[in-house]
């Protein structure tokens, strides 16, 4: 059972199968799911065509100085509706606000734009931040299945698509997406089906149920 105030952030390389995970979870839970959801609410919030969120999606911006500070808490301020109001780190605030939003609704399960370090810094109580990975060979393979592409080409993506994610996390909250201090539970899918993935963060959330009961 999934406390009432439970919110999973999942950041995951490309091929690993954190976004399929993550949808059986929410499944399993009966939660909200929300992946690209974000940009058709943010656009909605905005009044910003959803085609200026989707080419900016997880993508890092090309201000020198927002990059130069690494994001901070510039990322967090509210909106701008002035004439920046398309720039990527402003797309990026609105993304951010909806965030903020649909995790103060309750339990819901948020894939990938650096929702860890929205929430974090917006205090959410109960936060859960998985970060799930693979080694190149795993990600290769899956790719190849998903997408139904060669060998080639799933290198190709699995490099630009998880350098992006990189970059992109990177730029907007200063940290290291791969660093392992950020996150609560890593999991590593080499060795994992997605159903025994699944039933490890289930674990691990009956465990950390149990924690915070014997420390009350």
């Not at 370090?117 to 998903?146: P, S």
Request: glycine share 6%; aromatic share 10%; with cysteine.
């Amino acid at each position: 059972m999934l406390k009432n105030d439970t919110v999973i952030t999942i950041n995951r390389l490309y091929g690993s199968g954190g976004r399929i995970m993550g949808k059986r979870l929410s499944e399993e839970f009966d939660i909200p799911f929300y992946d690209e959801e974000i940009l058709t609410m943010a656009s909605e919030e905005s009044a910003i065509g959803e085609r200026f969120f989707r080419l900016n999606d997880e993508k890092a911006g090309n201000n020198l100085f927002f990059r130069a500070i690494g994001g901070l808490h510039t990322s967090l301020e509210e909106p701008s509706v002035d004439d920046d109001i398309t720039s990527p780190e402003n797309l990026f605030r609105f993304q951010a606000k909806v965030i903020r939003h649909v995790a103060a609704k309750g339990p819901c399960i948020i894939m990938g734009r650096c929702a860890d370090y929205v929430l974090g810094a917006a205090q959410v109580k109960n936060l859960v931040r998985l970060f799930v990975y693979a080694d190149l060979t795993t990600c290769i393979r899956r790719v190849e299945e998903v997408d139904r592409v060669d060998s080639r080409e799933a290198l190709r993506r699995v490099n630009r698509i998880s350098k992006e994610r990189r970059d992109y996390y990177k730029y907007y909250t200063g940290k290291d997406w791969e660093d392992m201090a950020n996150y609560d539970l890593p999991i590593n899918t080499s060795s994992l089906d997605i159903d025994q993935a699944a039933e490890l963060v289930k674990k691990y959330l009956e465990l950390k149920e149990i924690g915070s009961t014997v420390n009350v």
